[in-house]
């Protein structure tokens, strides 16, 4: 995915923040360890790359994990999204190097290869207030997305995700995506090793009319930098 393709509509800003959230948590809103597992996870930073095409929003997003300890082999993530997403892919870290450069002129720096989704397994059985859409594999990620049917649906998702190795959603974070006609894609991360580990960048398009990313769905975090490129 070369950035120069949307350069020639949108102008490039880049945003570097650091997102100061409530008390962190053993299990995070996004980032779930396999039960049993005794140590605790962080996210260091989030990299993000909003742009629209004139008509579906894309997200690029990649984390970085660490630990005291070991990863553990497989880790869970939890994204929100406004609607089911239309396709997705792995891409190369070598966008954030193209983004930075091109940003290079206006801010300070701060201090590939594609695999286009394949459907894997039938989706699982659904709830009545949950639909369970077809789990794509992609790269090392196999994702399900879950599809909400009605607002009053987060027990049947906290279910569903507590079933399958997903930490729950908070109530206070769900009250921000819990829409109809929402997303959320439970994503399995894979052959994780070592004390951290720098997840490959999630390439997501969606229909959107506008572009936003969801901190507030990682509110259990703690603290963690985030860097934010847009069109």
Not at 208 to 231: C, I, M
Request: charged content about 15%; proline content about 6%.
């Amino acid at each position: 995915m070369g950035v120069d393709r949307a350069a020639t509509a949108f102008s490039l800003v880049f945003v570097s923040l650091t997102a100061l959230l409530a008390g962190a948590a053993s299990v995070c809103a996004c980032i779930h360890t396999p039960v049993g597992h005794s140590g605790q996870v962080t996210e260091r930073l989030k990299k993000a790359f909003l742009f629209h095409d004139g008509k579906n929003a894309h997200l690029v997003i990649q984390t970085e994990l660490q630990t005291a300890g070991s990863l553990p082999s497989m880790m869970a993530w939890v994204i929100p999204l406004p609607s089911l997403p239309t396709h997705y892919e792995v891409v190369s870290v070598d966008v954030w190097n193209e983004l930075e450069q091109k940003t290079s002129r206006f801010f300070p720096s701060p201090d590939g290869l594609v695999a286009t989704g394949v459907p894997a397994a039938a989706p699982a059985a659904s709830a009545p207030g949950i639909l369970m859409h077809e789990k794509q594999i992609v790269g090392d990620y196999d994702i399900q997305p879950i599809e909400i049917v009605h607002e009053e649906a987060g027990a049947e998702l906290n279910t569903w995700l507590t079933q399958n190795g997903f930490g729950p959603v908070p109530v206070e974070n769900q009250r921000y995506y819990l829409r109809k006609g929402a997303v959320f894609l439970a994503i399995k991360l894979k052959k994780l090793a070592g004390s951290e580990a720098e997840i490959k960048p999630l390439h997501i398009t969606y229909n959107a009319d506008r572009l936003s990313l969801p901190l507030k769905f990682s509110s259990h975090s703690g603290v963690f930098d985030v860097q934010l490129f847009t069109f």
